[in-house]
């Protein structure tokens, strides 16, 4: 049973540029949320999607968006990249039965450097 | 605004010590708090997590405290080992959010 897949694993970009992050739920899960974590802190929620739909957003501006396929899994798109922007962003999804996507199974991330 | 307060920031034990984690929360719509583990270049994985309706919960040498009143829980872990050497993270979900809040992180390192 696969878990959670992201690609790529890793990323350098410069600044002004654009950048897009696949994700892969774990078999049988439905809801996909994507988490920003910075180096030595916490994650932060970026947003959840369930149903294809944009569910919940966290504090972030509009220049991150995403996507939700049929097919459950996800994508993450950053315009605009500002250096801050560096950090490891990572997908967790879960089952929306499951008392509000409480039992999170996040994927090993992908590392974004922005030079 | 740091709705989830964790501390301390690092910690080193000795091999068979106690290891015990503290956090802090404000908001009291939270209804259910996780602990997670994060190994170098992985992503948190679920560790245990308890609701406020009890005030400790136990899985092998894992234990959540929670106290309800204080806005506080812990994680203990009873005999570490090295190979429990990781950063924990504590967090919190509750009212309308889907959002999972969560604290800085304490770096474990546990001595052989």
């Known amino acids: 049973d696969a878990g959670v897949t992201q690609s790529p694993t890793h990323l350098i970009k410069t600044r002004g540029q654009q950048v897009t992050l696949r994700c892969s739920p774990k078999?049988?899960?439905?809801?996909v949320s994507w988490y920003q974590q910075a180096l030595g802190q916490g994650p932060q929620f970026i947003f959840q999607y369930y149903e294809e739909e944009e569910r919940q957003r966290g504090n972030f501006p509009d220049r991150f968006s995403g996507h939700q396929f049929p097919n459950y899994s996800s994508e993450l798109n950053v315009n605009a990249l500002l250096l801050g922007d560096s950090a490891l962003y990572l997908c967790?999804?879960?089952?929306?039965?499951?008392?509000?996507?409480?039992?999170?199974?996040f994927g090993s991330g992908t590392q974004l450097s922005v030079l | 605004q740091q709705q989830v307060k964790q501390s301390p920031q690092s910690l080193i034990v000795q091999k068979g010590g106690i290891s015990i984690i503290n956090c802090a929360y404000e908001?009291?719509?939270?209804?259910?708090f996780p602990w997670y583990q994060q190994f170098p270049g992985k992503g948190p994985a679920l560790l245990i997590a308890?609701?406020?309706?009890?005030s400790e919960k136990k899985e092998g040498r894992f234990t959540i405290s929670f106290n309800k009143s204080a806005k506080q829980f812990s994680l203990h872990i009873m005999d570490s080992q090295p190979g429990d050497s990781a950063t924990y993270f504590c967090a919190a979900l509750g009212g309308s959010n889907y959002k999972l809040t969560f604290g800085k992180g304490t770096l474990l390192t546990v001595n052989p």
């Open positions: 308890i609701r406020p309706d009890v």
């Open positions: 908001n009291t719509a939270f209804d259910y």
């Open positions: 078999s049988g899960h439905d809801t």
């Open positions: 967790a999804s879960s089952l929306e039965g499951q008392g509000k996507n409480e039992k999170l199974f």
